[in-house]
């Protein structure tokens, strides 16, 4: 690879998401809305019987809309798809909102819940991660490190 080619994506990464964009934003008050959520049937005492799955559907598809429209750096393949990869905890909780509608399956939306919160729990890992190798200039896609 070029030495060009290498300052262009070092640049780019640079910038991964320091600007919070409309799209970040939307993330973050989804993902808070998710929480709140999923909270508020723990802490019931009459208020707002049935809010929380209302609270949470909203914050499941704000952040799905918001996850669907970030913007990724141009970098490496594995940084690619680890950005993909949030998108599905955002499936997840959109999934889990739709079991707390139906109240067939009582305990469904939190097995969901679960599986979205270990998504995002991985690629919050991970990218960092990928975003120094890639910073030191190793192939994260190769490298045995």
């Given amino acids: ?29 989804g993902l808070l809305g998710v929480a709140v959520g999923a909270v508020m049937p723990i802490l019931e005492h009459g208020f707002g019987s049935h809010l929380y799955a209302y609270i949470y559907g909203a914050g499941a598809l704000l952040s799905l809309v918001g996850r669907i429209f970030m913007r990724t750096p141009n970098s490496s393949l594995v940084l690619r798809r680890l950005y993909r990869i949030e998108i599905w905890s955002s499936i997840f909780f959109c999934a889990a909102a739709v079991f707390m509608y139906m109240r067939t399956a ?11 919160g270990m998504v995002m729990l991985y690629t919050s890992i991970r990218i960092p991660r990928e975003i120094r190798k890639a910073r030191k200039g190793g192939n994260s896609e190769f490298s045995n490190k």
Avoid at 2 to 26: E, F, Y
Avoid at 106 to 116: F, I, N, S
């Fill in 1 to 29: 690879m070029s030495d060009k080619v290498k300052n262009r994506q070092n640049k780019n990464l640079g910038n991964v998401r320091t600007a919070p964009s409309l799209a970040s934003w939307a993330v973050t008050i």
């Fill in 106 to 116: 009582p305990r469904d939306w939190v097995a969901l819940t679960l599986a979205g």
